[in-house]
């Protein structure tokens, strides 16, 4: 029940519409099967912490 709580917390502080949701340092995709955007977003995120 504590893990159901805490995912439930999870889904209204980040405000999750649906699932599958995948978010990269705070930034929502609107397509989570989308590769291409997901590879930018974490090699944007390395670059930036270089």
Same mark, same amino acid.
């Given at each position: 029940?504590?893990? =159901?709580?805490?995912?439930? #917390?999870? =889904?209204?502080?980040?405000? =999750? &519409?649906?699932?599958?949701?995948?978010?990269? #340092?705070?930034?929502?995709?609107?397509?989570?099967?989308?590769?291409?955007?997901?590879?930018?977003?974490?090699? &944007?995120?390395?670059?930036?912490?270089?």
């Amino acid at each position: 029940m504590e893990e =159901v709580e805490k995912d439930s #917390n999870l =889904v209204k502080e980040f405000k =999750v &519409q649906f699932i599958p949701s995948i978010m990269v #340092n705070g930034t929502m995709l609107e397509d989570p099967f989308d590769y291409e955007k997901i590879k930018i977003l974490i090699d &944007q995120e390395l670059e930036e912490s270089k």
